[in-house]
């Protein structure tokens, strides 16, 4: 069992920076692929960014590209999203998300993830 829980969001300015944590119960962490997905209100979750157990592939969706980083570290049992030039549209409830998976392999869709943190708001508004 993984419990995971997301902190680092907040209120920010278009063209601003936030960093994402998301850090995890368990003994295995080093075991898991992990996730970052979205949610704006009145809208499906949407994929982010993933990266597999050891942090050597990574995967973004196409809106974030570029700005948008996802890393980890194993010793802490924490991944992070480091989120750079923020949109309006970047505004969302961000979830974290977990799933045992010791391969070079990353997961781009919510069904294939089994632990999911509470969700942090991020808000980018002038």
């Known amino acids: 069992q993984v419990q995971l829980v997301e902190s680092g969001g907040g209120l920010v300015q278009p063209g601003g920076s936030l960093r994402l944590s998301c850090a995890a119960s368990?003994?295995?962490?080093?075991?898991?692929?992990m996730g970052w997905f979205r949610q704006a209100p009145g809208k499906d979750r949407e994929f982010v960014a993933a990266?597999?157990?050891?942090?050597?592939?990574?995967s973004y969706a196409d809106s974030v590209q570029g700005r948008f980083t996802i890393s980890r570290d194993n010793t802490k049992k924490t991944v992070y999203l480091q989120m750079n030039s923020l949109k309006p549209e970047d505004t969302a409830v961000y979830y974290c998300?977990?799933?045992?998976?010791?391969?070079?392999?990353?997961?781009?869709?919510?069904?294939?993830?089994?632990?999911w943190g509470q969700g942090t708001q991020v808000t980018v508004s002038s």
């Open positions: 368990g003994r295995t962490f080093s075991s898991y692929a």
């Open positions: 998300a977990a799933r045992i998976a010791p391969y070079p392999v990353v997961y781009r869709t919510s069904d294939e993830y089994t632990y």
């Open positions: 990266i597999n157990w050891s942090g050597g592939s990574t």
